[in-house]
């Protein structure tokens, strides 16, 4: 049974980072994506960034272009997303999710599976 683990998230002061991971077990995709979602209180799930399995080409929303990194290990069975210069409005729930497609991008819509997330708190 192929699952998604988040973990990594916490609190943190405006201005602190947080490096978020998600680990795939059960099956290793040799291509597809693998993306980051976020959801606040109130609000749609929205796609923060993403990477193709095979190639690393990543995608980034323009709210967070520059501050967070999405990043792949070699065995790819984990995906990092590094957040530096956090803001109280990237506050969330953080979920990885996993796609068949090596161009998913950030649309929701093409991704299958997903894991139980991890809370992300930016506050002073």
């Known amino acids: 049974q192929v699952q998604l683990v988040e973990s990594g998230g916490g609190s943190v002061q405006p201005g602190g980072s947080l490096r978020l991971s998600c680990a795939v077990s059960?099956?290793?995709?040799?291509?597809?994506?693998v993306a980051w979602f976020r959801q606040a209180p109130g609000k749609e799930r929205e796609g923060v960034a993403a990477?193709?399995?095979?190639?690393?080409?990543?995608y980034y929303a323009a709210s967070v272009q520059g501050r967070f990194t999405i990043s792949q290990n070699s065995a790819k069975d984990t995906v990092v997303l590094q957040m530096n210069s956090l803001k109280p409005e990237d506050t969330a729930m953080y979920f990885c999710?996993?796609?068949?497609?090596?161009?998913?991008?950030?649309?929701?819509?093409?991704?299958?599976?997903w894991g139980q997330g991890t809370q992300v708190t930016v506050s002073s």
């Open positions: 059960g099956y290793i995709y040799t291509s597809g994506s």
């Open positions: 999710a996993q796609s068949s497609l090596d161009s998913a991008g950030l649309a929701r819509s093409g991704y299958f599976l």
């Open positions: 990477i193709s399995t095979n190639g690393g080409a990543t």
